[in-house]
Every structure is written in structure tokens, then in C-alpha cells.
């Protein structure tokens, strides 16, 4: 175990932005292995909250700690990636102009020098585990697409599968179900709760259904800070989430 | 595409046969006969192709817009110049057997620093490549490393090639002011007006183009190249799943300015001069047209956008002088409008699109061994 018992420890985070704190003393735990999702309305810092854990956003005051006693806050944004922190865009943001597969392969694990990527040539294994994450991801048949062609629900599994073949301990998934139908809801909630349990996994989603499905514990975000924690009825039944909600 | 490249490059050492052949073999009252004039113009097109495929791995593979591009070119050229100056030695109108001709004149004694070892076609030629390099090098490392992107980043190329024109321009420079470096004698001991070095000149051309196609296509296929298409179509998603992107756009940018240098160094004895005009931000932003028109982003496009724009440009100046910059600039504008893959990249996307069965047999698509 860790030590603080967690994957991902963030304590006291504040970040603000000319006066305006887009994180005001934020304290998360995320346990190994473990599901979360985040909610909260617009402008309550979730987006912040991921920029501050994959190194684009310093905040001013805080610690965050990533595993044992990785210190997440003195890294970039590449050495985090490398550390095993995927992160997942609001908008489906794959490579367009090259295939699904190779979108893929760019995405696995190791080789990630300039010396090393010119003179890799693609191992058995690794064409193994592109299979796997595609078989995963349910876009196995599509391997030769252009990633510009596919759907916009497809695009979020692709990127969702290119976070798989980074192998990370931690993925950060920001709304992966906007724009999405029903129906590809419900598989997106599917492949999370695959994903969840070797990975820990946190998701910020509006999609109150989408989060229900997930059935997992909720943290609710509220000008930066966190409102409450729990179960989903639980948190749902709180009369300071309902005013935030409402309120608004 | 790539079983293009690899046609275009056994065309280009082909040319580098037959037109030396066709100049010096053939008599010159024959039809095929190529006249010792077109020689040096059509290796001024295949430096200028050089050039463009140097800006097409940076801009078409990279994402990195460079308006400055021309600099690299220049300096390329300069280096080669000075050892071309260095050769003419006691030839020159003041006789001096270490001064060049502009220093004797500026009554300078003794040689600059910066001159030592110009006298030396291996230093000269290493200097080729290692000026425009490290600039680019240095260059880019600060403005990678702190992120400049799009459009700040094409201004600041334009004025760091724009400085270069001032400073290049200056007499106490060192290297000839407005009138640049010319009259040069001889290369490696030929005459350099002779027609046998024109056309060995054109050769080399020749093959140092096939043989950078042949090395971009290389490096565009391997998973290298395609960090590079990845940094170009979503430059944080690359580095949000672990690529040091500045690094990835360190190196397509350094090695681009070599292979500029490299194309600059073959176009000056080619052309005879080397002067500060080359730095001028016009001619930088001339080698983007010729990879937009022939397609960014495809190897052999920007050869053919670089030899169909030059030869037009020729036609032009002296058929009509005053519609060339018109001429172009409308060029630019429909092939942004209504060609913006460039011509080699709309030919490919109707390749792409006939039915399967009009193409004989299994076409290597988009995707190569790894499928399979």
C-alpha cells in the first residue's frame, strides 16, 4: 500500500485565476484501483481539478501526490503521462489523420524518445496488446479507418482505448458521454466498469443517469471546493447539493 | 503514396543521367539536345525542390508553419560561397592570394576569424550543414521549450530571417554587404562555368534530392513520423499520452534546416552569386507557396509544386514582368481555395475514392505492414 493508502492524493489545492479561485482548498482521496465520479455545475472546478493532477495548471498552494509519494506537482504534463496519469479530453481528441490502429500504437506504453520512435519497429507483443485495447474498446473491425471517419461516440472509445495502451494507473475521464445516444451510454458505462478495478478511474460527468449507472461513489464539486461525498441517493438527498443544483 | 516517392526518386536519378547526357553527348543542332543555359536553371529548380521538401517535413509533417525557411537556404549558400571565394584566390581583380576581392576593397588586412578554414572544401561543407542547423537548433529549443505555436511562431522565423537580411546587408559583416559573394572561379579544382561541372553540379542535385526522398520517406513511416502527424493534428493530445513534443518538433525543425542548407549550398554555384536578397521574408514565404500548390504533407508534392511554380515564374518574368507577384499570389489563393491538399494530395484523395475494383489488385492503403 501507498502511503496514504491511495493512488491519488490531493490536499489543500488552490488555484486561482486573477482573484478568481477555480479551486479553493480542494482535498480528494482516490483509492487504488477504485472508481469515482465527480459532479457539480458548471464553473465548480472539475476541469481545473485535471488540469492541476496532469501538470497544465500550478496551483498556487496544496499537495499532490501521485502512488506512494510521487510529488505530481513538480512534473509536466509529459512526465505525468509517463508517471501513468491518462487523461481524457472533453472532446473526443484523437489523431485524425491517422488510423484507429496506429492512433493506438502511438499510444502504447514505452518508446517514447525521439532515437527510439525512429528506429522501433512494431513487436509481436505490442501488435498483441493493440489488438486487446481495440478488442476492448469495441472498434477491433475499424482498425484501418481514419480516425476523422468514425463517429463521435467511437472517437471517445478510441481515445478511451489510446488511455488503455498508455497502461496508467489512474485515468482521468472528462465527460466522456457527451453527445453521446443512449445506447452508446450505456456501453461507455460497460467499458468503465471493465476498466475499473486494475485502473483506478475518475470521472467527471453532468449525466446524472450516466453517473447512476456507474453506481459508484460521487464527489460533489462546488466553487472549487468539495460539497459533499457518497453514494449517489445519498449525496443527491443532501439539502446543500439540491440548493447548488437548483439554485442555479 | 509511398510507392510514389519511390517512382519520383528513380525518376530524379534518372534525370541526373540523362540530362548531363543530353548536354554534353548530344550534338547541339539535335532535337534532344539540352542546351548548356538550362543546366544550371533546371538544378536551380531541383535546389529549390530540395528546399521545398526540407519546409514540407517541418510544416507538412510537424505542424511548424516556418516563414523563415529561406534563412537556412542562405546560410547554406553563404558557407558554400565563402569557399568558392576562398578558391579564387590570386584570380581576383586585386590579386590577393587570401583576401577576397570586398575585403581588399574595405581595406581590411587580415582575414576574419570566421573565414579560417573556408579554404577547405570538407570544413566548408560541414559548415554547410552546421550553421543553419544549430540555428535551428537554438532556434527552436526556446521557442518549443516555452511553447510558441501558429501564428507567433511563423512571425518570429519571418523576423529572425528579416534580421539576418540587415545584418547580412552590413559591409563590416564580413561577408560582402549588398553585392554578397560572386565571380567565383572554380569548385574543387573545375571551372565552374565549364559545362561538364554544370552538368556533374546537376547530378549531385539530382542525387542528393533522390536521396532525401528516400530518407523522408523513411522517417514519415516510421512511428517517429507519425509523432510528427500526431504533433500536428493535436499537439497536447501527443503530449498528454507521454511524447515530448518538443523534442519531436526539435528534431523535424533541425533537420529540416540542414537539408535547407544543404539545398542552398548546391543552388550557389549554381547560380553563381550568393547575396543578402536570399534572406529577404518574400522568398521564405515563395517556398511555402511551392509546397501548398504541389501538397503539404505528401513527399513528392512539394518537388513538383517547387519545379512547376519555378518554371512558371520564369515564363513569367520574362514574358510578362509585371504579372509574376500577381501571377502568384492568385496561385496562392486557388490553391488554398480550391486545391488546399495541393495537387499531389487532391490527385491522391481521387485515387482514393475510385471503386476498389478499378484498381488492379490489393492497393497498400493508408496503412502499412502493421495490420496485417
Known sequence: MSRHGSILYLDGITVSFDGFKALNNLSLIIGEGEMRAIIGPNGAGKTTMMDVITGKTRPQSGEAVFGAAVDLLTRDETEIARLGIGRKFQRPSVFESHTVWDNVELALAGHRGVAEALFHRLAPQEKQRIEEVLDTVGLLSQGRRLAAHLSHGQKQWLEIGMLLAQEPQLLLVDEPVAGMTDDETAETARLLKRIAGSKAVVVVEHDMSFVRELGVKVTVLHEGAVLAEGPLEQVSAEPRVIEVYLGR | ?372
Not at chain 2, 132 to 140: H, S
Not at chain 2, 313 to 323: E, L, R, S, V
Open chain 2, 1 to 372: 503514396m509511398s510507392r510514389l516517392s519511390l517512382i519520383a526518386a528513380a525518376i530524379i536519378l534518372g534525370l541526373a543521367l540523362l540530362v548531363p547526357l543530353l548536354n554534353l553527348a548530344v550534338p547541339a543542332e539535335q532535337a534532344f539536345h539540352i542546351p548548356d543555359y538550362l543546366v544550371p536553371l533546371l538544378g536551380k529548380y531541383l535546389c529549390f525542390a530540395i528546399l521545398a521538401l526540407a519546409l514540407d517535413l517541418a510544416w507538412g509533417y510537424c505542424g511548424i508553419l516556418s516563414l523563415g525557411h529561406g534563412a537556412f537556404f542562405a546560410l547554406g549558400g553563404y558557407a558554400m560561397g565563402m569557399y568558392l571565394m576562398r578558391q579564387i584566390g590570386s584570380r581576383g581583380v586585386y590579386a590577393n592570394p587570401v583576401l577576397p576581392d570586398f575585403m581588399v576593397f574595405l581595406n581590411w588586412k587580415e582575414l576574419p576569424w570566421y573565414w579560417y578554414g573556408f579554404d577547405m572544401f570538407w570544413f566548408a561543407s560541414l559548415m554547410v550543414m552546421l550553421v543553419p542547423g544549430l540555428l535551428a537548433f537554438v532556434f527552436g529549443w526556446f521557442a518549443f521549450r516555452s511553447r510558441v505555436t501558429g501564428v507567433y511562431l511563423s512571425i518570429i522565423t519571418q523576423a529572425l530571417t528579416y534580421a539576418l537580411l540587415l545584418a547580412f546587408f552590413r559591409n563590416d559583416m564580413g561577408f560582402g554587404g549588398n553585392n554578397g559573394l560572386t565571380d567565383f572561379k572554380d569548385i574543387l579544382g573545375f571551372s565552374i562555368q565549364a559545362p561538364s561541372t554544370r552538368a556533374a553540379l546537376f547530378a549531385a542535385t539530382c542525387i542528393v534530392l533522390a536521396a532525401f526522398l528516400l530518407m523522408l520517406r523513411w522517417i514519415v513511416a516510421s512511428r517517429l513520423g507519425k509523432v510528427m502527424v500526431a504533433v500536428r493534428d493535436a499537439e497536447s493530445r501527443t503530449r498528454f499520452i507521454g511524447y515530448r513534443v518538443e523534442h519531436v518538433k526539435l528534431f523535424a525543425f533541425t533537420l529540416s534546416a540542414v537539408m535547407a542548407g544543404i539545398a542552398g549550398a548546391l543552388y550557389v554555384p549554381q547560380v553563381g552569386i550568393i547575396n543578402p536578397g536570399e534572406f529577404a521574408p518574400a522568398n521564405s514565404i515563395e517556398i511555402v507557396i511551392w509546397t501548398a500548390v504541389g501538397g503539404r504533407g505528401t513527399l513528392v508534392g512539394p518537388i513538383i509544386g517547387a519545379v512547376t511554380v519555378n518554371a512558371g515564374k520564369t515564363y513569367f518574368t520574362a514574358a510578362f514582368p509585371d504579372m509574376w507577384l500577381l501571377v502568384l499570389g492568385a496561385l496562392f489563393i486557388c490553391v488554398t481555395l480550391f486545391l488546399p491538399r495541393g495537387i499531389v494530395g487532391t490527385l491522391a484523395d481521387w485515387l482514393a475514392r475510385l471503386p476498389r475494383k478499378a484498381k488492379a489488385g490489393k492497393t497498400p492503403t493508408a496503412l502499412p505492414e502493421a495490420a496485417e
